[in-house]
């Protein structure tokens, strides 16, 4: 079965701080990890796709990193309006394979 | 141009009633995804519809839970005889495609309160 774990499952940060949030995943085979951002009363945002180990994609503080068994988010002096929580998701290869398994978020909380 | 709509965005109802939740793609794409998210959990996978296909109904918690697509546009999902543990944020996702490799592109949700 696949399995998405996603930590820290908060982190508050000052304004500045950078740091890491981490998604492990267990699939089948992988056909794409996938990186959301949801504000509260709002639906998930796209964020990135990861397809294969060592791909790397960044958007403006944010830069997402896949390796076989996990991804990260990292993130570069964050700012209070990058206060969300991140979901991560993994679409597998194979029967089902349209839909995504999803993490269960890190709230992010990046403080002035 | 627009994203994902899903009405109503709130709803409370007593325990026992049915609820409609309704959701309207972005236009053109031939996908479309429910998933519900409750308290605390990660957003769980209910029902896909790809263009005339038969859906993939695998996610479907039980046979109170239905959802049909008119016209390969509009989706409605159907809880018949609510329950307390039905409460949690219903989702809608669409794809221009069959959503292999691409990105889901989520409505805000119906919030739903079951009394």
């Known amino acids: 079965e696949d399995q998405v774990t996603q930590s820290p499952e908060a982190l508050r940060l000052q304004e500045g701080e950078s740091s890491s949030l981490n998604c492990s995943y267990t699939?089948?085979?992988?056909?794409?990890l996938f990186w959301y951002r949801q504000d509260p009363g709002k639906g998930p945002e796209f964020l990135f796709t990861l397809y294969s180990a060592g791909e790397e994609k960044e958007k403006e503080r944010l830069k997402a990193t896949l390796t076989k068994k996990e991804s990260f988010l990292h993130i570069t002096a964050p700012k209070p309006e990058d206060s969300a929580t991140y979901l991560c998701?993994?679409?597998?290869?194979?029967?089902?394979?349209?839909?995504?398994?999803f993490g269960t978020g890190t709230q992010l909380k990046v403080e002035l | 141009g627009a994203g994902v709509s899903q009405s109503p965005s709130n709803k409370v109802t007593e325990k026992g009633k049915d609820v409609e939740l309704r959701c309207d793609p972005i236009?053109?794409?031939?996908?479309l995804y429910w998933y519900r998210q409750s308290l605390g959990q990660g957003l769980e996978f209910l029902i896909y519809f790809q263009g005339n296909s038969a859906p993939d109904k695998s996610g479907l918690p039980s046979d109170r839970f239905s959802a049909e697509r008119t016209g390969g546009s509009v989706s409605t999902l159907t809880i018949q005889r609510t329950q307390q543990e039905d409460s949690a944020v219903y989702l809608c996702?669409?794809?221009?495609?069959?959503?292999?490799?691409?990105?889901?592109?989520f409505g805000d949700g119906t919030r739903l309160s079951i009394l």
């Open positions: 699939v089948s085979g992988l056909r794409g």
């Open positions: 998701a993994v679409q597998p290869i194979g029967g089902g394979g349209n839909k995504l398994t």
């Open positions: 996702a669409s794809t221009p495609g069959q959503g292999i490799n691409q990105p889901q592109h």
């Open positions: 236009s053109g794409h031939t996908a």
